[in-house]
Structure formats: structure tokens, C-alpha cells
């Protein structure tokens, strides 16, 4: 992950190397910048032999009130298929809650949720579970999501380092 850069505006080359040997060239993606428009870029795939990918999202970062959180989910998780997203209290019962996001597909991006600034879990299960099994079928936890007024954060579904499971998530900070 890596925080916002400014780029020039107009096509461009990003170019996606190794860490640990800089001379190996991962992936190349052509890239059109546009004047006054945030962008972040994930690169995903490579896992058992697959081609590198570019998925771009255009951000939106309005400043949030100072009450208030706005978040975001990116699901890049194609083991995952689609899931249905729970934003609640730490610990709440997941039986009795509805989902905050519904029917998330593998590529989703939702819009950005307000939510009064705090703590939350945010637990995602494949979409269409029984609300009696939820618990049971938790596919991606992030158990304290700590949100201070007036941020912004995207949280993104993906599958392990090595593809597959264990699923995981990690939050970004927007700007």
C-alpha cells in the first residue's frame, strides 16, 4: 500500500517491480491522469501462474464531518464471490443485524457509508447466508475498525498472499 502521489496529468506508464529485486518488472499499466480526479490503482492477481491486473477506482474525498467517518469497501477477493458486508458495534449478534452492504460481487465498490465516528467490527459472509449460520461463516473480520471524525477510510476484501484462504482485509487511508 502506498499513500497518494501526485502525477502528472495525461497518459502515463506505471510501472510495478519486485521488492526484493527492483530489476524484475512485475506489471506495466497504461494509465490516463486526469486533472483534479483522485484514482487509487490495485494491482491484482498473480497467484498460481495468473497475469497481473490493473483495477482502478476513482475516490471521492469530500472532507467528512467532524463527527463523522465515511467508509468505503473495495472487494477484491475472487475466492470470496459475492458477500454480504456487517458494519456494527464490537460483538454485535450477527443473527439480528442487516447487512450494512448486500450482495457485493467480486470488482464491488460501494459507495462511501457515514457512520458516526467510533469503533466497529466490520465481518463479511458469503452473500444470501441464513441469518441463524452467520456467525458461523464469517469469510473476512476486521474486529475494531477505529473511526475518527472527520476521515475517510477504504477497506479492501482480499484473498491471502498466496491466493485462497484465509481471506483478509486491510484499511486504507483516503485523503
Known amino acids: 500500500t502506498a499513500p497518494y502521489a501526485a ?11 519486485r521488492t526484493a529485486d527492483t530489476s524484475v518488472t512485475v506489471a506495466t499499466f497504461a494509465v490516463t491522469v486526469a ?7 490495485y494491482a491484482i492477481g498473480g497467484t498460481g501462474g495468473s497475469a497481473i491486473t490493473a483495477f482502478f ?7 467528512a464531518p467532524a463527527t463523522q467517518a465515511r467508509v468505503r469497501v473495495v472487494h477484491l ?12 458495534s464490537p460483538g454485535a449478534d450477527l443473527a439480528a443485524a ?7 460481487a467480486y470488482r464491488g465498490v460501494s459507495g462511501y457509508l457515514t457512520v ?4 466497529y467490527q466490520l465481518r463479511a459472509v458469503p452473500a444470501g447466508t441464513a441469518p441463524a449460520s ?20 477504504t477497506i479492501v476484501a482480499a484473498d491471502n498472499t498466496t491466493g485462497g484462504a484465509p481471506l483478509r482485509a486491510f484499511v486504507l487511508t483516503d485523503r
Not at 35 to 41: H, V
Request: aromatic letters at 2%.
Open 77 to 88: 477477493s475472487p475466492t470470496a464471490g459475492s458477500v454480504d458486508l456487517f458494519v456494527t
Open 35 to 41: 486533472e483534479g480526479r483522485d484514482q487509487s490503482l
Open 116 to 119: 458516526n465516528a467510533g469503533t
Open 57 to 63: 477506482t476513482t475516490d471521492t474525498n469530500p472532507a
Open 7 to 17: 502525477i502528472l496529468t495525461g497518459e502515463r506508464t506505471l510501472v510495478l517491480k
Open 134 to 153: 452467520r456467525a458461523a461463516n464469517v469469510i473476512i473480520n476486521v474486529a475494531s475498525l477505529a473511526l475518527v471524525g472527520g476521515t475517510g477510510r
Open 98 to 104: 442487516t447487512p450494512t452492504l448486500a450482495g457485493v
